[in-house]
């Protein structure tokens, strides 16, 4: 699967972004998909992730509330739509294709992964 992430940009705080990632290569359908972001200095960490087929998803708790995953699979895209952003969002957010198991929090789960797209948030 090849993902290639887009949306990111730079906004104020309690502003928007939409983040896309959109799949080629093999069924979309049949992957998990979870979004991740590093901020500079840190690791990387789990922001979200939606299941293959039932779309159950989970989130980080700092993101609850604010972000919402989702995928359409006729499109073979998923969206993070962040909403309220904050200056400790600001990060490269990466999507990523693979099982989700535990909620999906491991990165290491993860088969597959887009390049990342840049996201500031400014105070």
């Known amino acids: 699967v090849q993902l290639q992430a887009s949306g990111g940009g730079l906004v104020q705080a309690g502003g928007s972004l939409r983040l896309s990632c959109a799949a080629s290569?093999?069924?979309?359908?049949?992957?998990?998909m979870g979004w991740f972001r590093q901020a500079p200095g840190k690791e990387r960490e789990f922001v979200a992730s939606?299941?293959?087929?039932?779309?159950?998803?989970y989130y980080e708790d700092s993101v609850k509330g604010r972000f919402t995953i989702s995928r359409d699979n006729a499109k073979n895209t998923v969206y993070l739509q962040m909403n309220n952003l904050k200056p400790e969002d600001t990060a490269v957010y990466y999507c990523?294709?693979?099982?989700?198991?535990?909620?999906?929090?491991?990165?290491?789960?993860?088969?597959?992964w887009g390049q990342g797209t840049l996201v500031t948030v400014s105070s």
């Open positions: 990523a294709a693979g099982p989700v198991i535990s909620g999906g929090r491991r990165s290491g789960a993860y088969e597959y």
């Open positions: 290569g093999r069924t979309f359908s049949n992957y998990g």
């Open positions: 939606i299941t293959r087929s039932t779309g159950v998803t």
